[in-house]
């Protein structure tokens, strides 16, 4: 896989690792005492050289979830925040889910996971991280408030595209729809969102319209398209910019 690295100010960069298949975003924010690494992608890049190259400071990891395109990278650093409700996940992603993806290079998980547990701060010196947890995607997934940027880092839980909730491991959709609720009581603290995939940035907006979607689903006023995926059978319900993929016996 090739990468590219962006500079998004003088102390955040978002890195992509991509390739015709798969595009993942992973974001390095730096304070004055340490910097963390929000996400590994693949693990198909030279993260450490890249990370090094980026900050003199010592860098800490926090995975957005423990899907294999958000943990890829992890057995490269020495600390790497997970939240425990991921750990079943993790366990999964770490070890055979590979053979989803032939293609790519495996790293063998290691022992440098802190899990944690509840919605902690992080403080990276003078740069106060809020972690929020937001199950939908996966049961564990988190958004990452920069609360002096006022931006939101959202993982899989808000892309501007679909949101995967038929997977393993994946919570209903009325629990997803208390996570947006969740992210939209802190609205006033981001004016930008930067997620996992897809288009980026994105206008906080965009949550609005996934809880809009959750709501007509639960509600019984619409119901997606029936689909099937690498993933299995799932519905698909697109509404305006974002789309909810579902399983029907998992509405609530
Ligand atoms: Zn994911
Ligand atoms: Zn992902």
């Known amino acids: 896989m090739d990468y590219k690295v962006e500079a998004i100010d003088e102390h955040t960069w978002m890195i992509e690792e991509y390739d015709e298949a798969v595009s993942c975003y992973m974001y390095l924010l730096e304070g004055s005492e340490k910097a963390l690494l929000i996400d590994t992608g693949m693990g198909q890049i030279p993260l450490g050289e890249i990370v090094e190259g980026l900050t003199k400071l010592p860098v800490e990891v926090l995975n957005t979830h423990a899907h294999i395109d958000h943990i890829g990278g992890n057995s490269l650093f020495e600390k790497v925040y997970l939240h425990e409700k991921e750990r079943e996940v993790y366990r999964l992603h770490s070890g055979g889910f590979h053979n989803y993806f032939p293609q790519y290079a495996y790293h063998a998980a290691r022992d440098n996971i802190i899990w944690y547990t509840g919605e902690p701060e992080m403080d990276l010196g003078g740069r106060c991280l809020q972690i929020l947890l937001t199950p939908g995607h996966s049961e564990g997934s988190v958004c990452i408030l920069d609360k002096e940027r006022k931006w939101l880092f959202s993982g899989d839980t808000c892309c501007k595209a679909a949101v995967l909730l038929a997977l393993d491991f994946s919570e209903t959709v009325a629990v997803y729809r208390q996570s947006l609720q969740k992210l939209l009581e802190y609205k006033d603290d981001y004016v930008l969102t930067w997620p ?17 979607a959750a709501d007509l689903l639960l509600a019984g006023k619409e119901r997606g398209e029936n689909q099937k ?3 299995g059978e799932s519905l698909l319900f697109r509404y305006k ?9 998992r509405l609530r």
């Open 241 to 249: 910019d974002i789309m909810i993929d579902y399983r029907e016996d």
């Open 229 to 231: 995926t690498q993933f």
């Open 196 to 212: 996992g995939h897809h288009s980026v940035p994105v206008v906080p907006e965009i949550i609005e319209q996934f809880r809009d």
